[in-house]
């Protein structure tokens, strides 16, 4: 039998499970847009996807579609707060590899700031989905939002935004 304070607790879970996917969500959508506009820097978009990537450009693309594909099924289904963490982590590892590609192909002024911080939002991510946080610690949540928006910047500031 269940009392009132359970279906409490029931709809506190479902509420903080929604807003934890509307975090990670945020920045699963930023790191793909970062990740977009640093391939595009490059020259390279989805078409140069290969199923089993060969080179850089290739792996960014395939990287890319996967993390698009990723960020669509984020909406559908329960929320689930690691699932949701783990599809930001991998948003923020396209934008790492989408960097170093831009890095090295149109280098520029703020670029290694850029891929400096895209590593370090990479990592921020990872750590928010790694292990026991599976995308619940506020702690981590918060510090992997703060390194999104300043990998956003440093990617702003490189002329890649």
Known sequence: ???????GTDVDTTASAQALRRTHGTRARSAY???VAACRHAGVDESSAE???TGPVGRAAQALRLSARSID?????SPDPAAD?????NAAATAALAAQLAR???????SQEALRAA?????AAAAAAAGTAAGKDTSLNTAA?????HAVEAAREAGWM
């Open 1 to 7: 039998m269940s009392g009132p304070d359970e279906v």
């Open 51 to 53: 199923p089993v990537p």
């Open 73 to 77: 099924a984020l909406g559908t289904g």
């Open 119 to 123: 590593l370090t939002a990479s990592q």
């Open 104 to 110: 090295s192909q149109n280098g520029g002024a703020g």
């Open 85 to 89: 963490a783990r599809c930001a982590r």
């Open 145 to 149: 939002d703060e390194a999104e928006a």
């Open 33 to 35: 847009d970062r990740a």
